[in-house]
Antibody
């Protein structure tokens, strides 16, 4: 069974940093793109970032470009999102998500349960 | 990249069919056959129900179907059931090599 387990969420002050991690199991991790998607409770989903299966290609939403580098460790089946220069508008539930194929064009087929990030003073 | 446009809400009675639209541009929905649909119950993570416009993942009921015409994709749910009541979101790949979601549609089963 495919499982994605996020960790690292919490309360952080504006301008601070946080590192999200996602432990993947139940599939050949390096064969699939991985993404982060966020959602403010009661609002729609917002794509944040995608990384290809091999880790060589990364893509970002304009709202996080230059602040949230995405990375993966295929030897440890782990996806990460380093969140820097956090703003109040980054407050959301962050989902780790598995891509349908190696590249991210086809979308997402499995989602984690999410981890909550709150940016507030 | 602007969000795809979906109706805020739709409703239907048990047994009926409903269709949810998802309108984008030639830079996203109209430019690729990489439209997917997700079902999300309150407090839960999204679940994939349609990918690549009209493909159903294993285990998803054949009551769910997808289509696309021009810049608008559609999700049809036939034989509505109480458990279909949820939020539905569309998503598309874009020419910017990014992904964009719709604002979501709340389905109410009357």
């Amino acid at each position: 069974e495919v499982q994605l387990l996020e960790s690292g969420g919490g309360l952080v002050q504006p301008g601070g940093s946080l590192r999200l991690s996602c432990a993947a199991s139940g599939f050949t991790f390096s064969n699939y793109a991985m993404s982060w998607v966020r959602q403010v409770p009661g609002k729609g989903l917002e794509w944040v970032s995608t990384i290809s299966g091999g880790g060589g290609s990364t893509y970002y939403a304009e709202s996080v470009k230059g602040r949230f580098p995405i990375s993966r460790d295929n030897s440890k089946n782990t996806l990460s999102l380093q969140m820097n220069s956090l703003r109040a508008e980054d407050t959301a539930i962050y989902y780790c998500a598995k891509g349908i194929r190696f590249w991210g064009q086809n979308g997402i087929d499995v989602w984690g349960l999410g981890t909550t990030v709150t940016v507030s003073s | 990249q602007s969000a795809l446009t979906q109706p805020a809400s739709v409703s239907g009675s048990p047994g009926q069919s409903i269709t949810i639209s998802c309108t984008g541009t030639s830079s996203d929905v109209g430019g690729f056959n990489f439209v997917s649909w997700y079902q999300q119950h309150p407090g839960k993570a999204p679940k994939l129900i349609i990918y690549d416009v009209n493909n159903r993942p294993s285990g998803v009921s054949n009551r769910f179907s997808g289509s696309k015409s021009g810049n608008t994709a559609s999700l049809t749910i036939s034989g509505l059931q109480a458990e279909d009541e949820a939020d539905y979101s569309c998503s598309s790949y874009t020419t910017s090599r990014s992904r964009v979601f719709g604002g979501g549609t709340r389905l109410t089963v009357l």
